[in-house]
């Protein structure tokens, strides 16, 4: 593919921001990348990885001359970094985001923006729960959903720009407005989350199990919890703290359905028990044939080694 950026500016380089350089220059989107992060170590590291082809000393320095910038930073910095750069971004300058809740990123941002830059918000539905930036890889993207939730006054060439980039970088694409976006992400990823951070933090609270025996049987279901547990807590405290109607919202659903079960249970109603564990398991084939994920039996790990 020919580059459509002269040159890609990233604020930001650990996970998302690392793996979009990977996947960039993997598809040749841009001629050259240049990269920022606040930490001299998070640079220097940068560096010494080489996905980027110069790593800036400061973000001003990094956006100069960018016909594109991406803030992959955590959602809560988004307001005082937009800030600091808004009078380096140049003409025609796209300004995105990767930001896993976008009401917020656009309340932030907008009040900075230069009239001659454009503030497009995108969130690539992929990571994992490692951080940094030794742990971002081209292929993050691939086959995975990236949602962009323009503004009205976006023009429409520039929105097409960073559809055709996300779908460089491997991704599908699909356009929603912020507002959808964060209820729809509070249900699928936002309230999970929270599950599995509760969930973990109750299994090791728990006076009657000791310790040992947690981390012994977790393969039993509680592992799967903490991996989605392992998640960053900076990233996931600002998503929180920015997406606060909808996951209260949708938590105040998922409680009553708790309750639901816990009432079943109680009173040994072994049909509404089924009924629930049905369905939720063709919500399961569905995302399967979707392609989001793997078939195969236990999310595709291999045979436990012979102890
Ligand atoms: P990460 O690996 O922890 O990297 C975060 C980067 O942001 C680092 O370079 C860090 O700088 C910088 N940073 C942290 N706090 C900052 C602050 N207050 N001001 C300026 N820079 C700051 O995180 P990530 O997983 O790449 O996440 C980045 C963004 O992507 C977040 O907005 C997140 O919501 C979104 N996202 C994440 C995932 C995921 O699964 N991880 C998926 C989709 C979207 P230093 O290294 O110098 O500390």
Not at 94 to 112: F, R
Not at 274 to 289: D, P, Y
């Amino acid at each position: 593919m020919s580059a459509m950026f002269e040159r890609l500016a990233l604020i930001g380089l650990g996970l998302i921001g690392s793996s979009i350089a990977h996947a960039t220059r993997r598809a040749g989107l841009a001629n050259e990348i240049v990269g920022y992060a606040r930490s001299p170590e998070t640079r220097e590291t940068a560096a010494k990885l080489g996905f980027l082809d110069r790593v800036a000393d400061t973000a001003e320095e990094a956006v100069k001359g960018a016909d594109c910038v991406i803030l992959c930073v955590p959602v809560g910095a988004i307001g005082a970094v937009t800030e600091q750069i808004a009078t380096s971004l140049a003409q025609g300058t796209i300004l995105s985001d990767v930001g896993s809740v976008k009401a917020s990123v656009i309340a932030q941002a907008l009040p900075h923006m230069p009239d001659h830059a454009h503030l497009i918000p995108a969130h690539p539905l992929a990571g994992t729960e490692q951080s940094g930036p030794e742990s971002g890889f081209a292929e993050l993207f691939d086959n995975r959903w990236c949602i962009i939730t323009p503004l009205p006054t976006n023009p429409p060439e520039q929105v097409a720009r960073i559809r055709a980039f996300w779908e460089g970088l491997g991704s599908q694409v699909d356009t929603m407005d912020a507002a959808h976006h964060d209820q729809v992400l509070a249900v699928t990823s936002h309230i999970p989350h929270l599950i599995a951070y509760s969930i973990v933090g109750t299994a090791s609270d728990l006076e009657t199990v000791t310790k040992s025996e947690v981390v012994k049987y977790s393969a039993s279901g509680f592992r799967d919890f903490t991996r989605i547990a392992a998640s960053d807590p900076t990233m996931w405290r600002d998503v929180f703290l920015h997406n606060k109607e909808a996951t209260l919202e949708v938590l105040g659903r998922v409680t009553e359905d708790l309750f639901a079960l816990q009432r079943a249970i109680r009173w040994g109603d072994g049909d509404t028990l089924f009924k629930r564990f049905s369905e939720t398991r063709a919500i399961r084939r569905g995302i399967v044939e979707a392609g989001q994920d793997t078939a195969h039996p236990n999310f595709g790990r291999g045979k436990p080694p012979k102890s």
